[in-house]
């Protein structure tokens, strides 16, 4: 495997500003929007069923998040659509092992819709891999937690499902774990208080499609680019956090703010990463 | 009436990380889910009718606000569950006088729904106890505003409603009032920039559900506790406000983290309550 | 034309308090709460079709942003029952001509609908102007912003705008353009870093709501004095930002702060107009 160029894929997005489209839950919205503007792309939440064959057709790339399950028909719409169009379309399976409808949904989804990246915890990619109940409510149920003497595991899940729906993987943890067929990256960054906020991963699935609509043709870098990101500016939150005493709502926004203010060199040089041989 | 004990509720929130569902109002939702984490707490914001059900029957607590009452099919569906179950429900009667809609969905909650805490301001819970319109919005009517004089007032007020429903009741105000029968606690903390924000009763009302779900056979003492602690957080906010010459925006994120910062020791010293005997 | 009084429209807000109810967008609906709060009015973001009518009733001013496209039809019914009762409204035709569902919704509300204000950036202006296509998502066509050597086009563009509608027409962008018949005002503040975050445009228009509210009869005056406040506290913004060398998250933080702090001093000394002779 190649070294992989995070700075490239930086650069792309910052170049090209994709306009990134995404079907999303009330809860992030908000926070979703304002990371896609800090990345340097554009943002429309358009997620009506009567308008999102239209919009999809204006934008570079398309993200489905299972939180807006109200969303289901125009989700389907949306992404068949985007299919059609060659606009790269990722998946973030909020929850998916809740309840009945999101597994119900995600099912579909992953029937009808071609995913250039799916994202999720461990626990959501368990339940699309093992199509059953799983995980506590938006968070990783304990089981599912990478640890280091997990990431084997961690990694062959991922590959699964990746081998499986033919989109690259990103299992997002203490450790966040990247999978296209048979290639697997282990990422080393983040902070801790990202579980303390709403919205890490779904803010990372949007930016995910800040990354695949600026270089639709490489979804696993982008996939890893886009990790490498809002992990590095996780790292420079937290370091902001403990110096200035603040909680998690200042985090957020520290956190937004560092990926905006991120330069291509402070990903080249903070980015711990490692190809999995196994 | 024994002295309360509110850093024994904050510590079981922070041990047990109760998992609390909100069904609630598109204004806020991002910030009730900020702060169930910044109390330690973990949140769900599933509202949709078809997997209410489910998601309850992985949760601690469950908090229905009135500014969703779009989802009102939801709420009853979750509530009744939550009943069955018996998980603690709180009521937000957000606006409960402002509209038919929401007077006759909050009868319909009352009705088919056993609250274990109502928390709303003066305006709403008088609405809910007189039944008749009221409030300006989402704001309380100046004629229910809680002053000093009109203390006994407000406790009769809560008592009232908490006597018909067997719920404990949390009337907000300058003066917190939560009744529980005949039981008033008033509670002297807070600051006034908690009226500049939106979300302030939300927030109050998603972080009593995070109390109770950690204390589940004692509502009353949960409610007085989640109270006592968003207020010493607005103390600290404002604090912070007048020294750093911010507004209100800056206040909801101080606001938050001062959640997250909270200790049991600054309960414990900085809580001013006492214990109504009228 | 005499000179403007921006400072006495400011100071009305603050006397009257008004209470505005917007019908917007999932993505930026807080912090139109929150801006409205800063400004020293009120916030009721009640949607639902079957309580719009009913909290009309009890406001000082509507905004209907064409981002909430799936209330619809609680839009029209609001806007008729506002013009019934004389309160006026405020048009956001965000993202207007970038679906169908948009175009068509426009249209109608524009038939149905007598506004007292329509802000929207060149690209949406053109659309409800020409009915046709145009804009890239919530974004301004890169053909449609508003150049110093385009001023003349936009400032025939909103009064086109305005002519057809009766209604005063805020273009907004690098230069503002605000129109009421023939009479044309340029507005020389703001700052770049406004459209690095969601909602600048939808807090502006719940701020002209809001200056709306509190001066009904002054249209015109109103949405340039809201226009004024928001580039204001965007320049305050923008200076912290530098200063602090933060991010796009910290300066909606800071945007929202200077409205709450801004004075009727620093609009006099700060705003930059000029009457358009042409």
Tied chains: 1, 2, 3.
Excluded: W
């Excluded at 009567?50 to 790339?61: C, H, I, K, N, P």
């Excluded at 379309?89 to 809740?98: E, L, N, R, T, Y």
């Excluded at 506590?136 to 590959?159: I, Y």
């Excluded at 990247?178 to 890490?200: K, W, Y």
């Amino acid at each position: 495997m190649e070294r992989m160029d995070f700075a490239a894929m930086l650069a792309a997005v910052r170049e090209k500003a994709p306009l990134v489209q995404c079907i999303t839950n009330i809860v992030t919205v908000n926070d979703c929007a304002n990371i896609l503007l800090a990345a340097g792309a554009s943002a429309t939440m358009a997620h009506h069923p009567l308008e999102v064959a239209d919009a999809v057709a204006g934008v570079q790339a398309l993200v489905l998040n299972l939180g807006a399950v109200g969303d289901r028909e125009a989700m389907l719409i949306a992404g068949k659509e985007a299919n059609r169009l060659g606009v790269p379309v990722i998946f973030d399976p909020v929850a998916a092992g809740f309840t009945g409808l999101r597994r119900e949904t995600a099912r579909k989804l992953l029937e009808e819709v071609q995913f250039a990246v799916i994202r999720g915890n461990a626990s959501e990619i368990r339940s699309l891999t093992e199509d059953k109940e799983g995980g506590s409510g938006v968070d990783v149920a304990q089981a599912d937690a990478v640890t280091e003497s997990g990431l084997p595991q961690a990694a062959e899940l991922a590959r699964t499902l990746s081998k499986r729906t033919e989109a690259a993987v990103t299992l997002s943890g203490a450790v966040d774990v990247i999978a296209q067929g048979e290639r697997v990256l282990f990422l080393r960054n983040g902070s801790p208080t990202m579980a303390r906020i709403t919205g890490s991963g779904c803010m990372l699935s949007a930016l995910t499609g800040a990354f695949c609509g600026a270089s639709p043709d490489k979804p696993f870098e982008a996939a890893a680019a886009a990790a490498a990101s809002i992990a590095l500016a996780g790292e420079r939150a937290e370091e902001l956090r403990l110096k200035k005493e603040t909680g998690n709502a200042t985090f957020r926004i520290d956190l937004i703010d560092s990926v905006f203010n991120l330069t291509e060199e402070q990903l080249i040089q903070g980015v711990r990463y490692e190809v999995y041989q196994g």
